[in-house]
């Protein structure tokens, strides 16, 4: 073989002719994947089309004005109105007391897991937080509606049978393993030389976990947040059970109200004429819904890609 | 070098069985550990360690990769005990005290016995943060300028403070390598350790940074005892002052087969497989 001019064949000593046929599996395997990967593109795409002309629909009757401005939802009333805010406010209540319960719990939990619990205590807590996850949810509104609203009566005597106060505190209850997984996942996220330098300075496990991993995990945190709080807003069952599907313009946690999920549940279970303005209706709300979730999610990749570099 | 044998030291019952006898001089003895070993759950990783630290020196720990280096050095300031299933047996006597008594606090003497790793591991907070951080942490109460004063100070020591002097409020994890292991070392000296630990410090940096890191070791030595596990014969031979030469017993565990000055280490070892690692024959 001559160096000068290297033949066709030179390379076949080292073996780097093709041995099998795998040009065709490749490409077979690689259009596979590629088919999964569109196919939730496209259901996306779908689910905003099949929302779109619809709510097109909605606003060619309704002005866009009095949706995003009145206070007065009775969409279904001889006379109606098509203010969204008591639906919005409902959904902001029910969220905001959803998260006033989960972030205390999920951020200690995960602080706990990743910072001081021993393995034994891992193996305990971890199925266990795996099992409140795994509750359907229409387990947690009967229990919402039948359990916590009750024990809330003893203390609170003018609480009604449906509002957002104990909604939300079940709620709360139901986002504690998605904040806390997700937080533990950025905690576990920090480099372990990070923790080891503070541990070399003479910190304790308290002052490593709050004042290095905590700080440098913060757009994990801030991240698995928005995405509880997504989750929240859009949570149907436990709202529509136990917080009622009365819009009311309030910010009264003890009254009944109707979120938007309870609204669209309750109309799609009712007798509502395909085609009317009440039909049509829920496809508006649907979309607001969209619109809320969406930039939630949209903030918190934003929040990721920011921040994400940071310690490395 | 001087080498001294303090014989009234002699017939204290602490005394290590070692091959460091006659080698070290006993009065200056800051660290000293007594048959120490670390397991990691059943696997020993380092077997019956006898190695006394001089003031104000700096000992070099070598060896090929596994001997338990690094292991014997995170043993010095109960680092190891964040690894959920090591323990240590034996002793490591800080000026007498022995560290691993029940009643030590592992937090305090991390305080004293300070630590730079192998990758530079600045906090992600500002320059300034990363130094004061190891002061507010241990319950520094001072004024803003007093705080001003050390972070200059110890930047000035890891002679790093002309290059940052500028930017306090940038974060630390913006600089470059060698800077910020640097900084890494400013901030182990800012809480004023007696003994810093350095785990290959200078095996993430380019040779420019890791001349600049020695020269740093030398100037630092003065007022600190440094202890430095490296796989750099030839940084060993530079800066360090005594040489620990570890090897992997046949069970995996790692012993200290030679212990003496470098310039014996490194010109006439007593045992054959020093003079081989040395000399590059294998490691």
New interface residues.
């Given amino acids: 073989m001559s160096m000068a001019a290297p033949s066709e064949s030179s390379n076949a000593g080292l073996g780097l002719q093709q041995r099998r046929p795998h040009a065709l599996g490749e490409r077979f395997i690689s259009i596979l994947l590629m088919t999964a990967a569109a196919l939730s593109v496209v259901t996306t795409f779908a689910i905003v089309l099949s929302l779109a002309g619809d709510t097109v629909a909605f606003f060619r009757e309704v002005s866009v004005i009095e949706y995003l401005t009145g206070t007065l939802w009775t969409p279904l009333f001889s006379n109606p109105r098509f203010g969204i805010w008591p639906l919005i406010t409902a959904t902001f209540m029910t969220s905001a007391i959803a998260m006033l319960v989960a972030v205390p719990f999920g951020l200690a939990i995960a602080v706990y897991l990743s910072e001081f619990a ?2 034994r205590a891992r193996s305990l807590i971890k199925p266990l937080l795996e099992v409140l996850a795994g509750i359907p949810t229409v387990v947690y509104g009967y229990f919402a509606l039948t359990a916590v609203t009750p024990f809330l009566r003893g203390f609170i005597p003018e609480i009604k049978s449906f509002n957002s106060l104990s909604a939300g505190l079940v709620m709360g209850v139901m986002i504690i393993p998605i904040v806390a997984s997700l937080t533990e996942d950025a905690f576990n996220a920090v ?1 372990r ?12 496990r308290h ?1 490593v976990a709050l ?2 991993v905590f ?2 995990a913060l757009s994990g945190v801030a991240a698995a947040l928005l995405l509880a709080l997504s989750r929240a807003v859009g949570e149907t069952m436990i709202v529509a059970l136990a917080a009622g599907q009365n819009p009311t313009f309030t910010l009264d946690p003890l009254v009944p109200v109707s979120t938007m999920t309870a609204y669209i549940v309750q109309v799609s279970l009712g007798d509502t004429p395909y085609g009317s303005i009440g039909y049509k209706t829920i496809f508006a709300v649907g979309a607001t819904l969209f619109i809320i979730t969406f930039a939630i999610n949209f903030g918190s990749t934003l929040i990721v890609r920011r921040f994400r570099e ?3 | 070098m001087p080498v001294l044998i303090n014989v009234t030291q002699k017939e204290r019952e602490t005394e290590p069985i070692s091959e460091e006898m006659g080698v070290v001089d006993r009065a200056n003895v800051v660290l000293e550990t007594q048959r120490l070993s670390v397991f990691y759950g059943n696997f020993k990783a380092i077997h019956d360690v006898n190695l006394s630290f001089q003031k104000n020196k700096i000992t070099a720990l070598i060896g090929p990769s596994g001997c338990g280096k690094s292991t014997l050095l995170r043993a010095l300031n109960r680092m190891n005990e964040l690894v959920p299933s090591a323990r240590a047996e034996g002793a490591v006597l800080y000026r007498g005290h022995n560290l691993y008594a029940p009643n030590v606090d592992p937090v305090e003497v991390r305080r004293r016995i300070g630590m730079v790793f192998q990758k530079p591991n600045p906090f992600p907070k500002s320059i300034y943060e990363n130094i004061a951080f190891g002061l507010r942490i241990n319950g520094w109460k001072g004024s803003k300028a007093e705080m001003d004063d050390i972070v200059e100070r110890s930047l000035r020591r890891a002679a790093l403070w002309d290059e940052v002097k500028d930017k306090l409020k940038q974060l630390g994890t913006s600089l470059s390598g060698g800077q910020q292991q640097r900084l890494c070392i400013a901030r182990a000296i800012a809480v004023e350790p007696e003994v810093i630990l350095m785990d290959e410090p200078c095996s993430a940096l380019d040779p420019i940074a890791t001349l600049k890191i020695e020269e740093l070791m030398i100037e630092l030595v003065k007022q600190y005892t440094i202890i430095i596990v490296t796989h750099n014969m030839q940084q060993a031979a530079r800066v360090s002052d005594y040489t620990a030469m570890m090897m992997m017993r046949p069970d995996r565990s790692g012993e200290v087969i030679e212990f003496d000055t470098t310039e014996t280490i490194f010109t006439k070892p007593k045992d054959k497989r020093t003079e081989d690692y040395v000399s590059g024959r294998f490691g």
Avoid at chain 1, 193 to 204: K, N, Q, S
């Fill in positions: 021993s393995l480099p030389g990070l923790r080891e330098g503070a541990y070399g300075l003479g910190a304790m002052e004042r290095v700080p440098a940071r310690y490395d």
